[in-house]
């Protein structure tokens, strides 16, 4: 069983930049590929960006590319989205994921275990 937790979701001004941290409990973190998602009012939840569990591989939504960075510390059991340029449409509740695999996934059907969820907001 692994416990997500989100944190450093706020309001920010468009240009801006916000910095996302999830932190998992449980010893088997590092077995974990880890993903991002968001869902904003009125629409589906979609993929932002992943990582594997070696932090080897990082997969990034086109709508992020450029501007958004995952990355983790295993020994923090912690996962991390770095998020430059803000635009308002990346304005949403954004979700940390874990899935039981080395490589990490666009799929949310691939991830078992979810956060709660912490508000980005984002003014024009």
């Known amino acids: 069983q692994v416990q997500l937790v989100e944190s450093g979701g706020g309001l920010v001004q468009a240009g801006g930049s916000l910095s996302l941290s999830c932190a998992a409990s449980g010893r088997t973190f590092r077995e974990y590929a880890m993903g991002w998602f968001r869902q904003a009012p009125g629409k589906k939840r979609e993929f932002v960006a992943a990582i594997s569990w070696g932090a080897s591989f990082t997969y990034y939504a086109d709508s992020v590319k450029g501007r958004f960075t995952v990355s983790r510390n295993n020994a923090k059991n912690t996962v991390y989205l770095q998020m430059n340029s803000l635009k308002f449409e990346d304005t949403a509740v954004y979700y940390c994921?874990?899935?039981?695999?080395?490589?990490?996934?666009?799929?949310?059907?691939?991830?078992?275990?979810w956060g709660q969820g912490t508000q980005v907001t984002v003014s024009s």
């Open positions: 994921a874990a899935a039981q695999r080395r490589l990490p996934s666009r799929l949310e059907d691939d991830y078992t275990y």
